[in-house]
């Protein structure tokens, strides 16, 4: 973060958290900030430039849509990893995909529409990309899924995206598939960016702003924010911190878990005999040593004893799944 002044820094925590659902939103931050609006536009279009910012665009709930999501695991022989994960990389669900430091080698994340099979496309991934073995390792319990960093004191900041039960999945008109369409594609930086939008659907800019908000009322769409490009952002380490939990303590272990400002993404998943980890925590940090902290004060705070943590060693892949293409 040492090539940001704390003003991008604030910018980049009011993109990521409050986003301005109005019709010139650039100004509403820039208000916020004491800086016009031609300062907010030339200082995003500046943090896009530089890949601090990757995308400002709305988040959906992919379970609410009818979509069904897994994270997969691979091993690919050392020399065959990069084909294998361009090929992976193709499929339009996969929205991460990292290599980590374990024999399973290759992590990503898969959506697939209602009318799809995980076990058939995952198989059939496996089988173009040249894996040699696969664990599919689908959500048994959902926690917590809310990234947010703060730019000024550097550390996580992921409070909200707590979830508590099983959702339910919504029915959209074909309008309101129309809107999630246009609502998840990448925000232009100019004056009125949500002016074009509006007018390929036919409406004003307020009824565009009425439709997401019920979006987010209906826990559809869990907000309108920027994601940031982490490592370009400062935040360099992220470790995925896996922990071998009793069913007897699974809910409440998980929902300690969450808690954490510093964990983004908290889910149980299902062990086998060769992977006995049943929950699942994301840390980022701007250090090795703040990943291992957070992670140290989750079992201290848990009690639990039996964890290991996998940090990513390349991003092959990261970007939000587009839904209805």
């Not at 659902?21 to 279009?45: C, F, H, W």
């Amino acid at each position: 973060m040492s090539d940001l002044d704390l003003l991008d820094r604030k910018l980049c925590n009011v993109l990521q958290s409050r986003f301005p659902l109005t019709e010139r939103p650039y100004d509403d931050m820039g208000k916020e900030l004491s800086i016009s609006q031609e300062e907010a536009l030339e200082r995003v279009k500046s943090l896009k430039r530089r890949h601090i910012v990757r995308q400002i665009s709305a988040i959906f709930d992919t379970r609410r849509l009818g979509y069904r999501s897994t994270l997969v695991a691979m091993r690919y022989p050392k020399e065959g990893l990069a084909k294998g994960a361009k090929i992976i990389n193709k499929h339009p669900g996969v929205s991460h995909n990292y290599e980590r430091d374990h024999r399973y080698n290759l992590w990503f994340t898969l959506a697939v529409p209602p009318n799809g099979s995980l076990e058939d496309t995952v198989q059939d991934m496996a089988l173009k990309s040249g894996a040699e073995a696969y664990a599919i390792l689908p959500t048994v319990r959902f926690f917590k899924i809310g990234v947010n960093f703060d730019m000024v004191e550097g550390e996580g900041a992921s409070y909200e995206g707590i979830q508590d039960g099983a959702p339910q999945v919504e029915s959209f008109s074909p309008f309101e598939i129309r809107c999630i369409q246009e609502l998840q594609e990448d925000l232009s930086v100019e004056p009125e960016p949500f002016k074009a939008m509006a007018d390929r659907l036919g409406i004003t800019q307020a009824h565009l702003f009425d439709i997401a908000n019920d979006f987010i009322q209906r826990k559809v769409m869990r907000r309108f924010s920027a994601v940031l490009y982490h490592r370009k952002a400062g935040f360099m380490f992220n470790a995925m911190a896996v922990w071998q939990v009793p069913e007897e303590q699974a809910e409440a272990v998980g929902k300690i878990m969450a808690s954490s400002p510093a964990v983004s993404h908290c889910y149980q998943r299902p062990s086998y005999p060769d992977w006995p980890y049943t929950h699942f925590t994301m840390v980022h940090g701007t250090s090795k040593e703040q990943c291992e902290r957070a992670i140290k004060d989750i079992a201290a705070k848990t009690g639990i004893k039996d964890y290991a943590f996998l940090y990513s060693l390349r991003e092959f892949k990261k970007t939000r799944v587009r839904y209805f293409v």
